[in-house]
């Protein structure tokens, strides 16, 4: 038995997207296991982003399911959550495409407003803000810390007063991590978080998520185009094309998988020996 499959953090099952006419993603069906990294991977347009719209409930499938299994206690379905319970109660965190920090707050700030939930949780409807006693200022000690922490494990510490809009552009994308980190997720999805880096900012991006598996124990899903990154760091990867899923396995089985090869060509079948005795991914 593989690992993914035998304790899942996710299980999505035949997860379909229409839009009007058109299917961006056509019956599903994939786990994610519970401490390794997964990519998902696949030429522009098969549908990459939409499953990730789909599993953080930025879109409401047409059909299928999705199960954020905890280690213990009940699972969530998310296909009937919103993006805020996604987050706040099945504890899945996500980083976009296009980097979403709010560029006016500092550094420091925007890892606070991501811990916001439990800030507002314990000050019982403000009143404990105001006096700054008790439960909040606890909880506002505790989400400090937690700050403090993301901000030494991604080396930006010396940069926590400053404006996050400020920061060169690998800075920001490794602060969007520890944001999402900030919320302590089960499941931290990453859109493409090497694009934009280069080789040095990439090798520190591999070593930060290998830190962030071996330590938090979680599991990390993500959106990656740069394969150098995905067959080095991934231990399970599920390929896409058109929206369907084509292959699913191991990067070794992955890179060797004939149909994974030409979906990424764009060969025809009857061309497809010939080029995949000439490219490997
Ligand atoms: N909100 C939407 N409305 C209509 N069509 C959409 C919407 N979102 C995505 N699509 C379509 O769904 C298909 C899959 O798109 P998606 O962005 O998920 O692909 P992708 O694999 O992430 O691509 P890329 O690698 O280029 O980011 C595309 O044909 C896209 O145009």
Not at 35 to 40: C, G, P, Q
Not at 194 to 214: K, P, Q, T, V
Not at 234 to 261: E, F, Q
């Amino acid at each position: 038995m593989i690992s993914w499959h035998e304790d899942p953090v996710l299980k999505v099952e035949h997860l379909t997207m229409r839009f009007g006419g058109l299917v961006a993603i056509d019956d599903v069906s994939f786990d994610v296991g519970r401490h390794d990294i997964t990519a998902l991977i696949g030429p522009n347009g098969a549908g990459k982003t939409t499953v990730f719209n789909c599993i953080t409930g930025f879109y409401k499938p047409t059909e299928g399911t999705m199960e954020l299994r905890q280690p213990e206690g009940p699972a969530f379905r998310l296909e009937r959550l919103d993006d805020h319970q996604i987050n706040a109660s099945a504890r899945v965190a996500r980083t976009f495409q296009n980097i979403r920090l709010f560029a006016g707050m500092t550094v420091l700030e925007n890892l606070m407003v991501a811990q916001h939930n439990g800030l507002s949780r314990a000050s019982a409807l403000t009143v404990g803000a105001i006096l700054g006693l008790g439960n909040f200022a606890r909880a506002e000690k505790a989400a400090v810390e937690l700050a403090r922490h993301w901000l030494e494990r991604v080396g930006l510490v010396s940069r926590a007063d400053e404006p996050a809009g400020d920061l060169p552009y690998g800075d920001q994308r490794r602060l969007e991590i520890a944001r999402a980190m900030c919320t302590r997720p089960l499941l931290l999805c990453l859109d493409e978080p090497a694009a934009g880096l280069n080789a040095r900012e990439s090798d520190g991006l591999n070593e930060l998520l290998y830190s962030i598996r071996e330590q938090e124990k979680i599991a990390i899903f993500l959106i990656e185009h740069d394969m150098s990154v995905v067959m080095a760091i991934s231990d399970h990867i599920i390929v896409l094309d058109y929206g369907k899923k084509i292959a699913d396995g191991t990067p070794k089985a992955i890179r060797d998988d004939a149909s994974v090869i030409a979906a990424y060509l764009g060969v025809p079948d009857e061309e497809l020996p010939d080029a995949v005795s000439e490219v490997r991914l």
